[in-house]
């Protein structure tokens, strides 16, 4: 599958999507002014790699802050990977937060009840 | 629709309520149109200006009280409207602070209709406990929808969550459609 990159801005997330070389991830600042359009290419190629995945996928999330509208949408990102779980593939949801963001680490949390996907729950300092 | 009376700056709507801060108290007013571009910058604005004075914890949520507060403007202010010209998206923002505390204070034009159901809302918020504001937070992620206006429907629920403390709330009658919204967040320092 083709990679999917997007490049970090001042209010929108890096995203790295990479099957050749095994790596996932979601990292940065979100907050865009069009949630639901700046998702939309992460979630389609998501469904598409839902499909036919690798025998393992570790999806990594460091973000350093989120709105509540983006908390929708990254609860959409791990639907898809409930339901590729639900299928009887290998994810893992690591989710790092900075060791003084007690609500960064919550937020983890939280996904991690709401949601049936096993969650690593990384602690990072600066 | 839209308010249409003289022009009226938006800061003598809450002067009165707040006319017992000092200038050292306040950190950030602004009074103009709220676009995404103005957002990120007053936000920024007040980042750059508590960095390394504040505590992170107390300025990251300053920040996210600040960014939900300014994204419901952008998103559901009524136009204010002057010499037959709307202007969308106008309202105000303050952010003052103490020895306890910050205040995050927004006001905005909103039809009455909508004011009273934003008050019950708010109202049942403050009338709920941690827990049940948990609840109350994940069943709305599960469940919303975001409008195309980018609205999850979380902002107020997360702010009272986050901040722990009360939302201050007060509607002063414009006209007889339309109120100006004052919404006050606290978050403890």
Do not use: C
């Amino acid at each position: 599958m083709e990679t999917l990159r997007i490049e970090q801005t001042d209010d929108s997330p890096q995203v790295i999507l990479d099957q050749e070389d095994n790596q996932f991830e979601l990292s940065g600042k979100s907050l865009p002014e069009h949630v639901v359009d700046f998702y939309q290419p992460v979630m389609d190629w998501l469904n598409k790699y839902s499909e036919t995945p690798l025998s393992k996928t570790i999806f990594n999330i460091r973000l350093i802050y989120f709105n509540t509208a983006s908390s929708k949408l990254i609860l959409d990102i791990l639907m898809i990977f409930e339901e590729m779980v639900a299928e009887g593939h290998d994810v893992v949801i690591r989710w790092h937060s900075l060791r003084s963001d007690d609500d960064m680490q919550e937020a983890g949390k939280e996904y991690d009840e709401m949601i049936d996907v096993p969650f690593e729950h990384v602690v990072y300092d600066k | 629709m839209g308010f249409t009376g003289e022009s009226k700056g938006f800061i003598n709507y809450i002067y009165d309520r707040y006319k017992n801060l000092r200038i050292k108290d306040i950190t950030l007013v602004f009074e103009g149109q709220i676009t995404h571009q103005v957002m990120k910058a007053l936000t920024g604005l007040v980042e750059e200006q508590l960095d390394e004075v504040e505590d992170e914890k107390v300025l990251r949520r300053v920040y996210h009280v600040m960014v939900e507060s300014l994204q419901n403007i952008n998103r559901h202010a009524e136009a204010y409207e002057y010499r037959g010209h709307p202007y969308p998206g106008m309202g105000l923002v303050l952010v003052a602070k103490n020895k306890e505390r910050f205040q995050v204070t927004t006001g905005n034009i909103v039809e009455d209709a909508h004011a009273e159901e934003i008050a019950l809302f708010l109202g049942k918020l403050n009338n709920m406990d941690q827990d049940s504001l948990d609840d109350l937070y994940k069943k709305q992620l599960r469940e919303g929808a975001v409008t195309p206006k980018g609205s999850a429907g979380l902002g107020f629920i997360d702010i009272r969550r986050k901040t722990g403390n009360l939302l201050d709330y007060s509607f002063v009658s414009i006209d007889k459609e339309t109120s100006f919204f004052i919404f006050t967040s606290i978050i403890t320092r």
